[in-house]
């Protein structure tokens, strides 16, 4: 394995497996001709026998005998047999395939240093590459992402000074003059942490008492030693409701960028100078709501931030579009010289019916900036995202 796993890479012999039953072998597969110096592969594996209190999975590549521990984040079963829905770490050049054996060990003779990403206080997450803090303002259990502090660049702190830094998804009542979010959820509403070993998950859903007709779904997970979390949400609409706004994807930022950079219909890449009249260009020029990826970044002091956005679908619970009105991607000049990204949805007073839905998933990015080719590193993760590993299992 590389340098980059190999704080949790050991050697196992294959014998010392508990169990006679054929294991599973999972095939990973790059087919895109990317190089993987780290990917989070997610495979379900089924069992003839449901794992005991001491044992464990491990993931052994049968060319050099390496294995890392495997984790069991879910457990179905099914009749006889007994699913586990497993990550694990991995490591591949362009176009190879490996063969993983899967093994069961016992927990005592495997030594795994445990990468603690979580605060004390469930407030924090961190890896090398950055520190998300939670907002504690309308939920002391922590909401949403607050800032990020991007480690490789002298500790800046991503922020909005008066609000989280993270917005969405967010609405507004026809009748109401204010917006609503996953901030703004029940106190009653559910907030859950997953620690596992090579994620945090965490969990948010409920209603706000403002618009009580909207369910909101939200859910990050944050993975050890990559640049980027991942953020899902679901919008539902249990009830009849009239709203004059309706949003997702948004980031509000302070004065802390320099330039916007985005991916166009063709594939070609837009830059546009966030504080300069070249912004006015998106006012006629909109960016489209399903763009692959954007980012703010700043040319002198080298760091970006980004979103690339994975998956996109507005289909209600019927299968048939929910209703949009002008959705498009906005760029906003922000007081205090503020700029941010959404994704509108709606801009104007309409009903959204019950089994309304809106979906998606983005990855947010922390990446350097090449003074010759600033988009260079976001647009290589757009590619291995959009684009995963092949996973079969033998």
């Known amino acids: 394995m590389k340098n980059l796993i190999n704080c949790v890479v050991f050697v196992l012999l294959i014998s010392g497996c508990s169990t006679s039953e054929k294991m599973p072998v999972v095939i990973v597969s790059e087919t895109v001709g990317l190089d993987r110096p780290l990917e989070y592969v997610n495979p379900t594996i089924s069992l003839d026998s449901e794992l005991l209190e001491n044992e464990m999975l491990v993931a052994i590549d049968p060319e050099d005998g390496t294995a890392i521990p495997v984790d069991d984040t879910a457990f179905v079963k099914n009749e006889n047999r007994f699913e586990y829905s497993i990550i694990f770490p991995i490591t591949l050049t362009a176009n190879q395939t490996k063969k993983i054996n899967i093994s069961i060990q016992e927990k005592s003779k495997i030594g795994l240093p445990i990468q603690q990403m979580l605060s004390e206080d469930n407030l924090a997450v961190e ?123 948004e980031m509000t930022m302070d004065s802390l960028f320099t330039h916007l950079a985005y991916a166009k219909k063709d594939g070609t890449i837009k830059r546009l100078n966030l504080y300069s009249d070249e912004l006015d260009f998106l006012e006629e020029c909109h960016i489209t709501d399903d763009a692959a990826w954007l980012a703010f970044y700043n040319l002198e002091k080298g760091y970006g931030f980004g979103s690339i956005r994975l998956q996109y679908d507005n289909a209600n619970t019927k299968g048939e579009p929910s209703p949009t009105h002008n959705p498009y991607t906005k760029i906003t000049k922000s007081s205090n010289n503020g700029r941010y990204w959404n994704r509108v949805l709606s801009d104007t007073i309409q009903t959204f019916p019950v089994g309304s839905r809106y979906y998606e998933k983005n990855a947010y990015l922390i990446f350097s900036v090449d003074i010759e080719n600033p988009d260079k590193e976001i647009k290589n993760y757009a590619k291995r995202l959009k684009h995963p590993l092949s996973i079969k299992l033998d």
């Open 127 to 249: 890896n090398k590459y950055y520190k998300a803090t939670f907002s504690t303002e309308d939920d002391k259990r922590g909401g949403q992402v607050k800032g990020i502090e991007l480690k490789n660049f002298k500790n800046q702190l991503l922020k909005r000074s008066h609000i989280a830094m993270h917005w969405a998804p967010n609405f507004s009542k026809s009748n109401s003059e204010f917006y609503f979010n996953l901030e703004d959820l029940r106190p009653d509403s559910k907030n859950h942490i997953e620690v596992e070993k090579y994620r945090v998950v965490k969990e948010r859903s409920g209603s706000t008492d403002s618009v009580p007709e909207i369910l909101i779904e939200g859910r990050y997970e944050f993975y050890d030693n990559l640049p980027y979390f991942l953020f899902e949400s679901i919008i539902s609409v249990q009830k009849k409701v009239e709203l004059n706004l309706l949003r997702n994807d």
